[in-house]
């Protein structure tokens, strides 16, 4: 009698499987489609960026303490030869004085390390909650000069002094994120003056590849629909293995539905187009560590610029 049952069962069984199958492609060809729109280098859909933009604001607001940020005791009390020995490779030297913009503050702590090498700071983000917050971290540094500007990158010239050029842009962990990144990587660009610096971190294609990237923007769309922040914490907490502590960087990952990757020679060739020279990464990563000299290097300035990476990650301990 089993026998003749499974024999009947069969055939719906294989059916049903088919159709399971097919579901599951017709889902995932609308998660490529979407993912490709929201992702489109010149014009994000603005859904997702308005989304993104909200998820940051909210989390340099509640969400400001974790590793590497400068709540973190290690991460703050190395700082400055994070920025000068792995990220730029330019001797602590360089600095003083120097006017740098932040294109992204975020939560201001690459703005604080700047400005404790001596660096007068031009802060710069989307959101107030991340003016804010970097304001509050740079309160009691009294030496350099403090600027503090809210706007998208993409209309950044026009919040800018006329023809107000700096010795470095920074942009660490920020293009990837915006509505349109070929405005915003053209934005930052025209801040450097001839001979300054560009500095980026872009999350880089090397390190997941698209079908992978696929599977992580699903998990974005699913935390997403949840409706409160209980519910999105329990994800995080999960996602984090147990470990609350990574609550910060496990929002950073799967809030933002906007999570562009790149090819470094697609970034270096954009670099080289606009006038920049000397074009490096900094760091041997998958992730894109790049920078860049417009034009020229002053010889004065030579001996205080590095070209060869460091060797030991300085995030490796994170990953333990």
Request: net charge neutral.
């Amino acid at each position: 009698m089993k026998k003749l049952i499974k024999q009947m069962l069969s055939p719906i069984l294989r059916s049903y499987d088919v159709r399971i199958e097919r579901n599951k492609q017709d889902i995932d060809a609308l998660y490529k489609l979407l993912y490709n729109q929201i992702h489109d280098v010149d014009n994000a859909l603005p859904l997702a960026a308005t989304q993104t933009e909200n998820a940051f604001g909210f989390q340099w607001k509640e969400l400001r303490e974790g590793e590497i940020m400068l709540s973190d005791k290690w991460f703050n009390e190395n700082l400055t030869s994070i920025i000068t020995e792995h990220e730029l490779l330019i001797d602590k030297e360089w600095f003083k004085g120097k006017d740098v913009i932040d294109c992204g503050c975020g939560g201001g702590r690459w703005s604080y390390g700047l400005a404790k090498l001596g660096a007068n700071i031009t802060a710069v983000d989307v959101n107030q909650s991340a003016i804010d917050a970097t304001k509050d971290e740079l309160k009691n540094i009294n030496d350099v000069k403090k600027e503090f500007i809210v706007t998208p990158l993409e209309e950044l010239s026009s919040h800018l002094p006329a023809g107000k050029k700096y010795d470095l842009a920074w942009s660490w962990g920020v293009l990837p994120f915006v509505t349109s990144f070929t405005k915003s990587f053209q934005q930052v660009m025209d801040t450097v003056k001839d001979g300054g610096f560009i500095y980026v971190n872009i999350y880089g294609r090397e390190t997941l590849n698209y079908e992978q990237d696929i599977e992580v923007f699903k998990n974005r769309v699913r935390y997403n629909t949840l409706t409160t922040w209980e519910e999105k914490e329990k994800f995080l907490v999960e996602k984090a293995g147990g470990d609350r502590t990574k609550i910060h960087q496990n929002h950073d990952l799967f809030s933002p539905l906007l999570n562009r990757r790149f090819e470094y020679s697609y970034i270096k060739k954009l670099l080289e187009d606009n006038g920049f020279t000397d074009v490096i990464r900094t760091i041997n990563n998958t992730e894109l560590y790049v920078r860049a000299v417009k034009k020229a290097i002053n010889p004065a300035d030579k001996p205080m610029v590095h070209h060869t990476p460091q060797k030991e990650l300085w995030f490796a301990r994170y990953r333990k």
